[in-house]
């Protein structure tokens, strides 16, 4: 990973848009602060797309994307999307999958209560997609009783993924590269190979491996050093410091070398 102040114009001058993570990248353990909120509009004001890309529940984006100043949100790392209309309508977009739902509650009671440590968590009512075990959010589950969990699963044909906060079930098999590429594709029109070219991505952990990998230019949080054994790829820029605050950094070098561009 290279430090932040190196970016050049050039990194810069292919980018048409930026595709954020949310936790402990935008968030700071789940809060907005404002120097975060405000990077987001001063990304928009140099002509970025903004697509916020996060595990969490569907539910969620929905709401944020009525609020935010942001062109589309994945949620529940990938599977599901809102794209906002220019007249500020919005379109979701949501798989098959959703419909089996019920069965990965039922696997999701069973892990909790064989590893008490880990909670359902707090947001499983707005997903529509996943369920979710809290595994870092308001408790501390070990790294070897994660591994378990996420072994147990797979054997019974479930998908697994896990961030700093939370260990994902599903049977989509998603990830939010994929997730961002399709969304990127109908609402903007650009093809795969343009969209990884033409679109940075933030991000700072496990569930933003396939990002990191798929994407030309990314960027961490200083945080993402925490979440290298769990990458296969660090991302090309790091920011000296963590989340928020990381973000507004990368957010304003991103700004500046555009403008450098612009002139
Ligand atoms: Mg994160």
Redesign the pocket.
């Known amino acids: 990973m290279k430090p932040l102040d190196q970016l050049k114009p050039s990194d810069v001058a292919p980018l048409v848009g930026v595709i954020f993570?949310?936790?402990?990248?935008l968030l700071d353990h789940g809060r907005l602060t404002e120097p975060a909120y405000g990077a987001l509009f001063r990304l928009k004001e140099v002509g970025f797309r903004l697509i916020g890309a996060t595990g969490r529940p569907y539910g969620w984006i929905e709401l944020l994307s009525r609020q935010w100043p942001v062109d589309a949100m994945i949620a529940e790392n990938g599977s599901a999307a809102v794209l906002r209309n220019s007249d500020g309508s919005l379109s979701p977009r949501l798989p098959a999958a959703a419909e089996r739902r019920a069965e990965l509650l039922s696997l999701a009671a069973r892990l909790v209560s064989q590893f008490p440590s880990a909670k359902i968590t707090s947001d499983n009512g707005a997903r529509v997609v996943d369920v979710t075990i809290d595994v870092g959010e308001s408790c501390r589950v070990p790294a070897d009783q994660i591994q378990a969990m996420c072994r147990i699963a797979r054997d019974e044909g479930v998908a697994t993924v896990v961030?700093?906060v939370h260990l994902h079930l599903t049977y989509d098999f998603p990830d939010k590269a994929a997730g961002a590429v399709r969304i990127i594709s109908e609402a903007f029109g650009e093809d795969e190979t343009a969209a990884r070219r033409r679109y940075a991505f933030i991000?700072?952990?496990g569930?933003?491996a396939a990002a990191f990998a798929a994407f030309k230019m990314t960027f961490g949080v200083a945080n993402v050093s925490a979440s290298a054994d769990t990458l296969t790829l660090l991302p090309r820029y790091v920011a000296p410091f963590p989340m928020g605050r990381g973000f507004a950094e990368i957010a304003a070098a991103l700004v500046s070398q555009k403008r450098a561009v612009n002139v």
């Open positions: 993570d949310l936790d402990d990248t961030s700093s991000g700072d952990s569930n933003d």
